[in-house]
């Protein structure tokens, strides 16, 4: 079965660092593209990075400079530094990946749980 897992949320204080990882797993040929999104509290998902299969990364606006996507064979990370309060959300793995049949299945994790106290 194909899946993502996203693991690393957690509480930190304003200011502070969090990595977030997401490990891919299955029968793949090839991530395609691979994007963290967020949902805050109350709000929308909203789109946060992504990074394609030729490692060109994008950023939304509010983090640009502060949150820097990488990815390594089946793992992507997030590291978010200088968080703020207003990155509190769950955050989300969403990756289109080649696999045997579908040549861009789509696929979201659970979630992860990001607070950022003030």
């Known amino acids: 079965q194909v899946q993502v897992v996203e693991s690393g949320g957690g509480l930190v204080q304003a200011g502070g660092s969090l990595r977030l990882s997401c490990a891919a797993s299955?029968?793949?040929?090839?991530?395609?593209?691979v994007g963290w999104y967020r949902q805050p509290p109350g709000k929308q998902r909203e789109v946060v990075a992504f990074?394609?299969?030729?490692?060109s990364t994008n950023y939304a606006t509010s983090v640009k400079g502060r949150f820097t996507i990488s990815r390594d064979n089946k793992n992507t990370y997030l590291q978010m530094n200088s968080l703020k309060a207003d990155d509190t959300a769950v955050y989300y793995c969403?990756?289109?990946?080649?696999?045997?049949?579908?040549?861009?299945?789509?696929?979201w994790g659970q979630g992860t749980l990001v607070t950022v106290s003030s």
């Open positions: 990074i394609s299969s030729d490692d």
């Open positions: 299955g029968n793949i040929y090839r991530i395609n593209v």
């Open positions: 969403n990756a289109r990946l080649w696999v045997p049949g579908n040549r861009n299945l789509e696929v």
